[in-house]
Nanobody, 123 residues
């Protein structure tokens, strides 16, 4: 059974940094893409970043480019999201997700989800 466990969320001041981790277990993820999404209260789930386990190919929306960096550690089966220059509008629950295939920005195309970790950015 696939398990994705996020950690690293918390409260940070605007301009600060956080690094989120997603520990994956339950299968071999070599053919998988891993994504980070976020959801603020009253808003739809939003794509933040994605990476291919096998090739390291990454994808970001415009709002994340230059501030967020996704990476993976194959030996630890862990995906990271380094978030810098955080803004109050980055406040949300951040979710890790996995899909068997290429990186995509659409939440509905991901098969497995973690429980989420709260990120709060104060102004």
């Amino acid at each position: 059974q696939v398990q994705l466990v996020e950690s690293g969320g918390g409260l940070v001041q605007a301009g600060g940094s956080l690094r989120l981790s997603c520990a994956a277990s339950g299968r071999t993820f070599s053919s998988y893409a891993m994504g980070w999404f976020r959801q603020a209260p009253g808003k739809e789930r939003e794509f933040v970043a994605a990476i291919s386990w096998s090739t390291g190919t990454t994808s970001y929306p415009g709002s994340a480019k230059g501030r967020f960096t996704i990476s993976r550690d194959n030996a630890k089966n862990t995906v990271y999201l380094q978030m810098d220059s955080l803004r109050p509008e980055d406040t949300a629950v951040y979710y890790c997700a996995a899909r068997n295939g290429v990186v995509l920005p659409t939440p509905g195309r991901y098969e497995y989800w973690g429980q989420g970790t709260q990120v709060t950015v104060s102004s």
